[in-house]
Structures are given as C-alpha cells and as structure tokens.
T-cell receptor
Framework: LAKTTQPISMDSYEGQEVNITCSHN???????ITWYQQFPSQGPRFIIQ???TKVTNEVASLFIPADRKSSTLSLPRVSLSDTAVYYC?????????FGKGTRLHILP | DTGVSQDPRHKITKRGQNVTFRCDPI?????LYWYRQTLGQGPEFLTY????????KSRLLSDRFSAERPKGSFSTLEIQRTEQGDSAMYLC??????????FGSGTRLTVV
C-alpha cells in the first residue's frame, strides 16, 4: 500500500478556501486517491475519489498532478461545520488503511 | 435504507466480560468491514467480509475477537474476556466492490 503524508493539523477562517495536500510518492499505476472526512464520535464519511487531473463534486474538488505523487483536497468557502479530520487514502486493495489524517480547525 | 446501523452505541463492561456488537450494513452492499479507533488515531482495520465469507483478518485481531456475517447480511463482532486495552470505538462499514465505504456511527466500548 502506498504511504501517504499529510499535515497533522491546519487552521483556517470561515469563508476561506482550504487546500489540504497529501504526498504519495510511491503511488502505483492502479491506485486511486480517496478522501474521507470524520467528525467527532462519528464514522468517516466518503468525500471524493479520483485517479488523475481534477474531480469536483458538491462538497469538494480534488486536484491530481500528472505525476500523481501528490493530491490536493480543496474545500471552497469553509464554515465552522467543516471542522473535522480529513484522511487521504491511496491504494487498490480490498481494504482501506487510514493514517492519522489532518485535523482541520475552522475559526470564526 | 438509512445507512449502516450499529448497536449498541455505547457499552460499558467490566474487565473479563464478553461483549457482542451488531452491524447492519446497507442492504445491497456485499462487503462489510470492522475497524477500531482510539482517541487521536485513525481507524485501524480489523477484518472484512465479502458476502458471508471472512476474507481477511488483521494481526490486531487476537483470538479473543471473532466476527461473523451469517447469510451475508448483518454482522457481529464478539470480544471475549475483555481487557482495558479493548476500550475504543468499533466502527463498521459496508461497500460495493469499490473504495467508497459507508460507515456507521460506531459502538463506543469502555472496559472498566
């Protein structure tokens, strides 16, 4: 499984765009990149998944450069309710392995 | 279908007792996963099923842990002779054959 590295924590303000970058230097050809969000006392929630270039849904955008060695989750105009832990996951195995994630704290 | 359901939400037990948790996945999902999460850590994989077959077990899963998924529907996770180190949130997830898991809200176990 490809190892991922992401910041331990980030702070931002309401209304700002937040970008969380994940490094995955040894990503394999068949690996997809998936992001999950977790609020306290809840299970993780799927946000977005991509393979290359850009993916956008109603929640976020995922930018993946051509070499796929990193990816950036972009959250537009965050609110206080976006305070959560965000996990970057890479792989194609039947199970997903979580790291420690990035604790995003949105300030008023 | 309202998602993945886990029961109970909270469980307090005395050390040495046995506990059993239940997970009801999304009905059309053929894969079911169990994870354990402690404070400040990401979820740790324990085991997963495809239909009724248990396909993989983590080395974290000692002999005191057993999971079943009869008939490929709901699943149970049993912990025998609980220890204080078993205190954690136990999360269940289900999916089709992709990496888009739907997690339940978890069962928080406290061993006293």
């Amino acid at each position: 499984l490809a190892k991922t590295t992401q910041p331990i924590s980030m702070d931002s303000y309401e209304g700002q765009e937040v970008n969380i970058t994940c490094s995955h230097n040894n990503i394999a050809t068949n690996d997809y990149i998936t992001w999950y969000q977790q609020f306290p006392s809840q299970g993780p929630r799927f946000i977005i998944q991509g393979y290359k270039t850009k993916v956008t849904n109603e929640v976020a955008s995922l930018f993946i450069p051509a070499d796929r060695k990193s990816s950036t989750l972009s959250l537009p105009r965050v609110s206080l309710s976006d305070t959560a832990v965000y996990y970057c996951l890479v792989g194609e195995d039947d199970k997903i392995i979580f790291g420690k994630g990035t604790r995003l704290h949105i300030l008023p | 279908d309202t998602g993945v359901s886990q029961d109970p939400r909270h469980k307090i037990t005395k050390r040495g007792q046995n506990v059993t948790f239940r997970c009801d996945p999304i009905s059309e999902h053929n894969r079911l996963y169990w994870y354990r999460q402690t404070l400040g850590q990401g979820p740790e994989f324990l085991t997963y099923f495809q239909n009724e077959a248990q396909l993989e077990k983590s080395r974290l899963l000692s002999d005191r842990f057993s999971a079943e998924r009869p008939k490929g529907s709901f699943s149970t996770l049993e912990i025998q002779r609980t220890e204080q180190g078993d205190s954690a949130m136990y999360l269940c997830a289900s999916s089709l054959e992709d990496r888009r898991y739907t997690f339940g809200s978890g069962t928080r176990l406290t061993v006293v």
